[in-house]
């Protein structure tokens, strides 16, 4: 998935009508069921716009598990996922992931709250759950196989949480997880880089004006690595002021040729995809572990237009060939993820109030 754009909006909340024999009132960090709604953004089916509705009338989420927090919603966002969710992209995975056993009363995933990102504050806590406590100030991004963010409060597993860097607003802080951590997935995941082994690695980042691409962009000058960014001559100044060593105008002439006076690459990181995969051929230096990863992948796509057991032979069968087409070349082809992980966004945070 290419993040191409997203913005961060503060939410407009009130204060929920919790009684006053809650579990929290009693000391107690876990939920009760109880009659207790909340605003939110929802889509009862899959379309355009048209689709989306605002209810205030959204049953309050509940505490299922000991590891999991319930977090007051201050700000959230909106990336590409979202609208491609909210067209029905990506369905029949994500039910399939939201409940594997079919163990729901209900058979439908509606109505549905969209929003990957989130800043505020922790309202209520599980029973195990060590590394937090009602009024933390916390960031996260929610996985897309649960209810979303667009909402006054969101439940998620400790585990995806973190605190929010202090040197950030909450709106400020609701931008970043989920591109972040899908560039750190890809780049530490995938291609194997980190803070100790990217000083001297040339890494070349193809859509680099994106969302991903200017995460990763700032995560690999933070760990010492030299950057060139493929992009449109109108986002040249943002590359280098977010640090790109190099910049490419793919809009002046063709990539291709302007690589060929290029030193070759240690990884590519492929926003685009499509023919930008025969990059990886010419360009990464060959048997050395220079990989290419891209995030534009058929996985969901191949689910939805087969279903899941034709899809993942089909997207199974993809991959394979791909990868010997690469190995074959000395270069090793690999597939990026989205991953939540608060351990992830804790190192992220010292960046950001660090100021890199």
Same mark, same amino acid.
């Given at each position: ?34 009659? $207790? ?36 919603? +201050? ?113 530490? +995941? ?37 950057? $060139? ?52 051929? +010419? ?48 270069? +090793? ?24």
């Amino acid at each position: 998935m290419n993040v191409l754009w997203r913005r961060a909006v503060p939410l407009l909340c009130r204060r929920p009508r919790l009684r006053a024999d809650t579990a929290t009132d009693r000391g107690l960090h876990s939920s009760c069921r109880r009659r $207790t709604v909340m605003p939110a953004w929802i889509i009862d089916k899959y379309g355009g716009n048209d689709v989306l509705r605002f209810s205030d009338n959204l049953l309050f989420p509940i505490l299922n598990y000991p590891n999991e927090v319930i977090i007051k919603v +201050h700000a959230a966002s909106v990336n590409p996922i979202d609208v491609n969710m909210r067209n029905g992209y990506g369905a029949k995975s994500l039910n399939m992931t939201r409940d594997p056993l079919h163990l729901k009363t209900s058979s439908t995933e509606f109505p549905l709250i969209l929003g990957r990102d989130v800043s505020g504050t922790v309202m209520e806590c599980g029973l195990s759950v060590k590394y937090f406590r009602p009024g933390d100030q916390v960031w996260a991004a929610v996985p897309p196989w649960k209810q979303g963010t667009l909402a006054e409060f969101v439940l998620a597993n400790a585990n995806e949480v973190s605190l929010k860097p202090k040197s950030l607003s909450h709106t400020e802080a609701a931008s970043l997880p989920y591109v972040l951590l899908t560039a750190w997935a890809a780049l530490v +995941h995938s291609c194997g880089l980190s803070k100790e082994k990217c000083p001297g690695k040339r890494v070349l980042i193809i859509g680099s004006s994106g969302g991903v691409g200017t995460a990763a962009i700032q995560l690999l000058k933070a760990w010492g690595a030299h950057v $060139t960014a493929v992009c449109s001559g109108n986002a040249f100044a943002l590359m280098k002021n977010l640090g790109a060593d190099d910049v490419i105008d793919y809009t002046v002439a063709r990539v291709q040729e302007q690589l060929k006076t290029r030193d070759l690459f240690d990884a590519i990181l492929d926003n685009i995809g499509g023919s930008s995969e025969e990059l990886a051929l +010419h360009y990464l230096k060959p048997w050395s572990g220079a990989t290419y990863v891209t995030l534009v992948t058929p996985f969901l796509y191949n689910n939805d237009q087969l279903g899941i057991a034709d899809g993942m032979m089909r997207t199974g069968v993809t991959l394979a060939s791909k990868v010997m087409k690469h190995y074959y070349k000395g270069i +090793h082809y690999r597939w990026g993820f989205f991953a939540p992980s608060g351990p992830t966004l804790d190192e992220i945070g010292e960046l950001v109030d660090a100021g890199k």
